[in-house]
Structures are given as C-alpha cells and as structure tokens.
C-alpha cells in the first residue's frame, strides 16, 4: 500500500472513531439528571421550626425523605408518599412549589454513578406514626435545621436547610 492510500485509510478510521464517539459515547456519559422528589418534613416545636431526618437503609447516613417521581402523581405527591413510606409523617396538606433542588450522584445496583437531581418539597407534619412501611430498616430525628445541615452529607442540601 502506497503512503497516500495508507495516510485517507488512517484519515478515514480517525473520522469514523471520532463520529461513533460524538454520536455515542458522549451523549451516554453527558445524560441529563434523573429526577427523584425529596420531603423536608417540618413542625414548629417550643416555639422554633424543627425538621425531620432519617436515616438511609444502606449506610445509616442522616437524610430526608426521598426517592424517584411515580407515575399518576406530581412531584409534590410523590414526595408526600415517600415522606409516609420512609418516615411516617402525616402532612397537613399537599405543597404546591418546591423550596429547591440539589444534585447528587447516586450508585446503582450495578455499582454505575448516575446523576439525579432532587426537587425538594416542604411538608408540614401533623402526626409522626411509629408504624409505617420502613418503620424497622430506619431511625427518625427532629433536629433545627441548621443542626440538620452539619448531619447531612449534600452541600445542595445544606444550603437548603440553612436558608429554611
């Protein structure tokens, strides 16, 4: 094979490398967030605002109520669900508008990261029950929000629970 023809085949697989890696590799590691829907359960308690922290199942970390959107229901409901399943809380009413969002990444079965992001909706709690569906895999803590920053691990949800 002569240089030139050597020279358009290498030309030729640097072009087609490049393409399948712009049409195929790229878009799969540049993937939007995946949403999931958070509840930050609040009460008003010897005349302060208190929040609710659980633990999570697997690591025991500090966290809040949360998990991926549901079908048939808006993000806000989604969050009231998870906030019962997780924690027990009953709310005073559905929220309307999120208080914000905060990012994380989160390791699937497969031990793959994938990057969520988290819509973060205040529920007033009325009654906390003792059982309810996770009630022996967790452990519940009203805490003041500032003090619910230091325990949890997401910056983006520190800054939510400073500001709250």
Do not use: H
Not at 16 to 25: E, G, I, P, R
Not at 115 to 133: H, W
Request: charged letters at 25%; glycine letters at 8%; aromatic letters at 8%.
């Amino acid at each position: 094979m002569n240089n030139k023809k050597g020279q358009d085949l290498n030309n030729g697989i640097a072009a087609l490398l490049k393409s399948s890696f712009n049409d195929y590799v790229l878009p799969m590691m540049q993937r939007p967030s995946q949403l999931q829907t958070a509840a930050l359960c609040y009460r008003e308690a010897e005349g302060e605002k208190q929040v609710l922290l659980i633990t999570s199942r697997g690591t025991g970390r500090w966290v809040i109520p949360k998990g991926w959107t549901m079908r048939g229901l808006n993000a806000g409901q989604a969050a009231v669900v998870e906030a019962w399943e997780e924690a027990g809380v009953r709310p005073y009413a559905e929220p309307d508008e999120p208080l914000g969002s905060f990012n994380y990444k989160k390791i699937k079965g497969s031990g793959l990261p994938v990057d969520v992001e988290v819509l973060v909706y205040p529920v007033r709690v009325t009654k906390l029950e003792d059982d309810f569906p996770e009630a022996t895999q967790r452990k519940r803590a009203w805490v003041r929000p500032r003090d619910a920053a230091n325990m949890v691990d997401e910056p983006g949800l520190q800054d939510i629970l400073r500001d709250f």
